[in-house]
C-alpha cells in the first residue's frame, strides 16, 4: 500500500506556481490510489471513470482551516443557524415530510425534532447541499492536506464504492469541501455504515430522498446511543460562586447533586429526573448554561463540536414551539440574525462596497468590507458582522 506524504508549504507554492509540474504529481498521487482502490474492491474501471478528468482544488485547503465551529464566537454561530427563518423554514420542512420523520422516530425511537435540527443546520432542509463535487475534494485532500491524509484516503475509497454500486447517481455526489454530501450531510464512509432505505425503493439515496435521508440520520443518533426517554438537556441557572471546574460534557453527575448545589431550571422550577449529566457553559460562567444529558453526546458525535451540538438541539426545541436562550450572551456586541445579515451586506453594497450578491452568508468579500467599517468606526479589525456594524450602517 502506498503512503502518501503531505506536501510542504514550498511544495504547495510550486504547485502554484507551475500547474504543469502539479498535475503530473497529482496523476502520480492518483495511481497510488488506485492501487489502495483495487484492494479495496473496486475496479479500475470504476476509479478511471471517477477521476477522469479532474483537476486538484487547492481551495479546499483554505477551507480546512476555516472550519465556523471552531473559529467563530458561539454567539454569532448560533445567531446564523438558528434564527426564525430557520425555524419558520423546518415548520414548512417538518410539515410538508411529517410521514417520513415519524417513521423514522417510530423505527428508531428518535425524536423528529432532532431529527429535523440535524436538517436544518447541515442543509438547511435541502436548500444547501455544497457544490463541490466529492471525488474531486477528496482526492485533493489524499493528495495535498497537510493533516489526516489517511481519514480522507479512507473517505475517497468509500465514495467510490458509493459509486461503484449505484446508490445513487454520481453527478450528485457533490457537497461540502470535506465530502459530506446529502440532506444531512453524511460523509461517505458514514453512509456506508449507517445510510437506510426510508422510502422502500431497494436503495439508499441520502441526496434525492428526503425520507432516505432522515431515517439514516435516526439511525445514526440511535447508534450514537440517543434515547427518547430523556431529553437532550435545557438551559439552567447556576448558583452564585458556582465552581467553572465542574462544568463539562463529560464531568456528569446525577441531577440531584446539581440541584443540592443550587442549580435550577432557567425559570426558578427544581431539576428533576433519575439521570446524570454535565454542565455546559459555552461562554463562561457570565453566559448561558445548559444541562446536557448523553443525547447531547449523541448528537455531539455528529460532528464534534459543542457548538454545533448545541445549534441542533436548540433548533430542534425552536420547532417544537419552545423558547430560545434566555440568558443575554456576554457580549456588548450582539450577533446578527440571517436576516440582519443580508440587511448589512446590502447596506454595505449600498455604499460601494463589493460583496457580490447579498445572501446573508458572510465571505471574504463581506469580511474586508466589514473590516473597513471597523476601521472607520473605531473597533478591531476583524471582520465580524456584528451589532455595532450593522447599526454604523443604517446611521
Known sequence: MIRLIAPSLAALSLFVAAPAFAQADFRSCLSGLKAQAAAKGISGQAFDVAVQGIQPDMKILELMNAQPEFKTEIWDYLAALVDDQRVIDGKAAMS???????????????????????????????????????????????????????????????????????????????????????????????????????????RRDVVSSVPDAVASTANFLKKAGWSNAIPWGYEVRLPAGFNAGLAGRRNKKPLTTWAAMGVTRIDGRPLSGSYPAGILIPAGLNGPAFVVTKNFDAVYSYNAAESYGLAIALLGDRLKGQPGIRTAWPTDDPPLSRAERFELQQLLTARGYDVGVPDGKIGQKTRDAIKDVERRIGLQQRGRPGGKVLEALRS
Not at 493533516?147 to 454520481?170: N, S
Not at 457533490?174 to 431497494?202: C, E
Request: with cysteine; glycine share 14%.
Open 96 to 202: 410538508q415530510w411529517g410521514r417520513a420523520l415519524a417513521n423514522a422516530e417510530a423505527r428508531y425511537g428518535v425524536d423528529r425534532y432532532v431529527i429535523a435540527g440535524v436538517w436544518g443546520v447541515e442543509s438547511d432542509f435541502g436548500k444547501n447541499f455544497g457544490d463541490r463535487p466529492l471525488v474531486q475534494s477528496l482526492a485533493t485532500l489524499s493528495c495535498y492536506a497537510p493533516r489526516r491524509q489517511a481519514y480522507f484516503t479512507g473517505e475517497l475509497m468509500a465514495t467510490l464504492k458509493i459509486v461503484q454500486d449505484g446508490d445513487i447517481d454520481p453527478s450528485l455526489l457533490r457537497g461540502s469541501w470535506a465530502g459530506a454530501f446529502g440532506h444531512t450531510q453524511f460523509m461517505p464512509s458514514t453512509y456506508q455504515r449507517l445510510a437506510v432505505d426510508g422510502d422502500g425503493d431497494g
